[in-house]
């Protein structure tokens, strides 16, 4: 699997509700799955989702790859030391200038100011500290658990879907993060990622449908990205309020 790929995978379940990207994106990942278009209609399809591909680019850039390199990708949806190399004053100015800006910038300038010691451009950070880009999802605890990246062991196999104990967000006096049981689709408009997959395994979750199957290391390193940005957020006292 390339990189544009494994970031077409996570981008499809907020792109097929209506929240980023464009409505023909789905075609090409049906055409490329179907071998009728290739990982090049897939990178042109990424660059119109406008918060993903800046964020896509801040780690690039700050590592010397390409946006679609695997590394950047799995380093922005999982989770790897590639998000190290972003230094706050970079962070700061990729706030300002490539995510929010024009009718944000009084949004962008107060994110900076307070932005939380120790946090990285890992996706959690685009939904537990950003909180979401545009007006497009209602910001409640239920959309951030949605959004953010899960994990989960899978219970049970039916042909549609997976029973899983999932790793989901949640809130007390913070974010935090417990054991919960949940279906999660295993297919969506005609699409499935998974073929293999059985009792035992570890999934990530976004929007309620299965997109991976995770490795050992991807299973850490997601936790460990996840739990580093929840507690840089929590300490700053940035969650505050939003159990209310």
């Known amino acids: 699997m390339e990189g544009a790929e494994l970031a077409s995978l996570y981008a499809f379940p907020p792109n097929l509700r209506g929240y980023c990207g464009t409505c023909g994106f789905i075609r090409t990942l049906k055409g490329f799955r179907s071998g009728q278009a290739g990982t090049d209609a897939l990178a042109s399809g990424l660059k119109r989702f406008p918060a993903h591909y800046s964020y896509l680019s801040l780690i690039a850039r700050e590592s010397g790859l390409g946006p679609f390199d695997m590394e950047v990708v799995r380093a922005f949806w999982t989770g790897n030391q590639l998000l190290e190399a972003v230094r706050p004053i970079r962070l700061r100015r990729f706030i300002r200038r490539d995510l929010l800006g024009g009718k944000q910038a009084l949004r962008a300038r107060r994110m900076c100011e307070l932005l939380p010691e120790g946090i990285l451009p890992h996706h959690s950070f685009n939904v537990l500290y950003v909180n979401f880009v545009s007006n ?45 049981k949940s279906k999660v689709a295993l297919e969506r408009d005609g ?40 507690r840089a957020i929590n300490e700053s006292g940035a969650a505050a309020g939003w159990g209310r």
Do not use: Q
């Not at 999802?137 to 549609?160: A, E, H, K, Y």
């Not at 570890?202 to 940005?229: C, D, F, I, P, Q």
């Open 191 to 230: 699409l499935r990622f998974l073929d293999e997959v059985k009792k035992g395994d570890v999934v990530s979750v976004h929007w309620g449908m299965a997109v991976e199957k995770l490795s050992r290391k991807n299973e850490r390193l997601l936790e460990e990205y996840t739990l580093k940005n929840i």
């Open 136 to 180: 497009a999802v209602p910001r409640t605890i239920r959309n951030f658990d949605s959004c953010c990246i899960t994990w989960g062991n899978v219970l049970s196999v039916s042909p549609g879907s997976l029973s899983v104990m999932r790793n989901s967000i949640s809130y007390d006096c913070g974010f935090t993060i417990m054991r919960k």
